[in-house]
């Protein structure tokens, strides 16, 4: 099924690729910032990369949100809680993949989670119940989004309900990732915390874009 994907904060790395890989899978995208013009640019940027396939465009992120089926939020954490207030009212109703990792610089590799538990569970807190909020994308660095090879690297999915985590599963599936069911929004702090970790292996082992793999599981199981 395709989707409109509204991606406030479109015009980061992340969001950028999330976005080329969805809009390759033949998904509508909407760059969303909160200078109209700079998502123009960005979608220019995406439009080039993409040579001239897919459905995108640009807006402010309110105007993202308004129009999307599916909210995608790809902020720095110190954006995290301005965005969510300012964007409540278009959220209402949607599911909102929170991309967001609760990193404190300077100590990046330090799990720092905030006082509602993770960012996910911020996001709920500050949005209400009539959004379903899913925590996912954290443990995918930008770099693989953005090439066209296949990305050995899998993505866990937690918060929302079960139906929303399925949705968010299909679309992890489509960016060309295997995606596991992590279950509750409690557990996004696992999902999240996991990003600190593999910045600092990515440093000790000097490489860009590790990622983790879950074993042991039969697919048909």
């Known amino acids: 099924m395709a989707y409109t994907i509204g991606i406030i904060g479109?015009?980061?790395?992340?969001?950028?690729?999330?976005?080329y890989r969805w809009a390759k899978a033949g998904h509508k995208i909407i760059i969303g910032s909160r200078n109209e013009e700079k998502?123009?640019?960005a979608v220019e940027e995406l439009r080039e990369k993409l040579q001239g396939a897919g459905d995108v465009s640009g807006a402010t992120n309110d105007q993202a949100v308004?129009?999307?089926?599916?909210?995608?939020?790809?902020?720095?954490?110190?954006?995290?809680?301005?965005?969510?207030?300012?964007?409540?009212?278009?959220?209402?109703?949607?599911?909102l993949i929170d991309v967001t990792v609760p990193l404190v610089p300077p100590k990046v590799t330090r799990v720092q989670m905030p006082e509602e538990g993770s960012?996910?569970?911020?996001?709920?807190?500050?949005?209400?119940?009539?959004?379903?909020?899913?925590?996912?994308?954290?443990?995918?660095?930008?770099?693989?989004?953005?090439?066209?090879?296949?990305?050995e690297c899998d993505?866990?999915?937690?918060?929302?309900?079960?139906?929303?985590?399925?949705?968010?599963?299909?679309?992890?599936?489509?960016?060309?990732?295997?995606a596991w069911d992590a279950g509750?929004?409690?557990?996004?702090?696992?999902v999240e915390g996991l990003t600190s970790?593999?910045?600092?292996?990515?440093?000790?082992?000097?490489?860009?874009?590790?990622?983790?793999r879950i074993t042991g599981i039969n697919d048909e199981s």
């Open 39 to 41: 998502a123009l640019v």
């Open 66 to 95: 308004s129009a999307c089926d599916i909210a995608v939020l790809t902020v720095p954490f110190s954006a995290h809680r301005s965005t969510l207030e300012g964007l409540k009212e278009e959220l209402q109703g949607k599911i």
């Open 155 to 178: 993505v866990l999915v937690a918060g929302g309900n079960k139906a929303a985590r399925e949705i968010v599963i299909s679309l992890a599936e489509d960016v060309g990732l295997k």
């Open 119 to 151: 960012a996910a569970q911020q996001a709920q807190a500050i949005l209400g119940e009539d959004v379903k909020v899913v925590a996912a994308f954290q443990t995918i660095a930008f770099e693989h989004l953005l090439s066209d090879e296949e990305i």
């Open 184 to 190: 509750v929004i409690q557990n996004a702090v696992v």
């Open 10 to 19: 479109g015009t980061g790395r992340e969001g950028f690729g999330l976005g």
């Open 197 to 212: 970790i593999l910045i600092g292996l990515n440093i000790k082992h000097n490489v860009a874009s590790s990622g983790i």
